[in-house]
């Protein structure tokens, strides 16, 4: 009934920069937060970034400074934008959000599939 989409990985040098975007549809009530997160290879799946409904945010500490993630509840949509590429940023990102189908109903996780991100030179 939800889907979220992810779209944006890419292969990029170290020192670059990439643009990530989850689009959520289907039956949507209200988006309580959303979130990012990754997960490399042979490692657990680890919170990179979250944002609430009222837009505030907050970062692991190895993104701090060089990830923004951002919302546009009009179109449900969420954007992480990644500046100054690092080799241990590549992994699987997934998009997270916590969701509302109908009123009165309980939210609800509901997690994209993914999409790499291969920071190389």
């Known amino acids: 009934q939800v889907q979220l989409v992810e779209s944006g990985g890419d292969l990029v040098q170290p020192g670059g920069s990439l643009r990530l975007s989850c689009a959520a549809s289907?039956?949507?009530?209200?988006?309580?937060?959303m979130a990012w997160y990754r997960q490399a290879p042979g490692k657990q799946r680890d919170l990179v970034a979250q944002?609430?409904?009222?837009?505030?945010?907050n970062y692991a500490d190895s993104v701090k400074g060089r990830f923004t993630i951002s919302r546009d509840n009009a179109k449900n949509t969420l954007v992480l934008q990644m500046n100054s590429l690092k080799p241990e940023d590549t992994a699987v990102y997934y998009c997270?959000?916590?969701?509302?189908?109908?009123?009165?109903?309980?939210?609800?996780?509901?997690w994209g599939r993914g999409t790499q991100v291969t920071v190389s030179s």
């Open positions: 944002i609430t409904s009222g837009g505030n945010t």
């Open positions: 997270y959000s916590y969701v509302q189908s109908r009123q009165w109903e309980p939210l609800n996780d509901y």
């Open positions: 289907g039956r949507i009530f209200r988006i309580n937060h």
